[in-house]
């Protein structure tokens, strides 16, 4: 395994780490009047560098994608992490299928079989997270950092390249 390829797996399951258990996360896309934000059901996959979510083709979002896939996904719990990618939007049946869940039947008013479903497909390149586990922690890290007291090893973020030998 290449030195490359080991770091993109490391920053892989740490953002893995940091946003498993958060349901929703904020998509944002780049609309004619410029930046987009929507919260977005977050599919229950284990994340391996790629993010998925369900939407319907006829929504902005996804006239927003087919003009421009850049997109930014934020996630906010104990820990803040937002990944940078670009969408692809996938019309694959079965897999609209495995990720069925009947909380989308009410969510989005129709069926799984809708020929209107869609699922977003974001690869992730870069993640930025601030790694708190809570906001007291947090607090004393910005503390120490504003003055000068702390040890510099409490950095408050990280920034990693997901992209690579996956």
Known sequence: MSNTHAANQEAVETVRDLIKGIDTAMLTTMSDQGLVSRPMQTQEVEFDGDLWFLTKKDTNKYRELQRNPQVNV??????YVSIRGEAELVEDRAKIKEFWNPLYAKLL????????????????????????????????????????????EDDLNQTVELEGDR
């Open 74 to 79: 934020a996630y906010a719990d104990k820990s």
């Open 109 to 152: 008013d129709t069926s799984s079989d809708d020929p209107n479903l869609v699922l977003i497909k974001i690869q992730a390149e870069t993640a930025e997270y601030w790694e708190t586990g809570s906001k007291t922690k947090m607090v004393k890290k910005l503390f120490s950092r504003l003055t000068g007291k702390g040890s510099g």
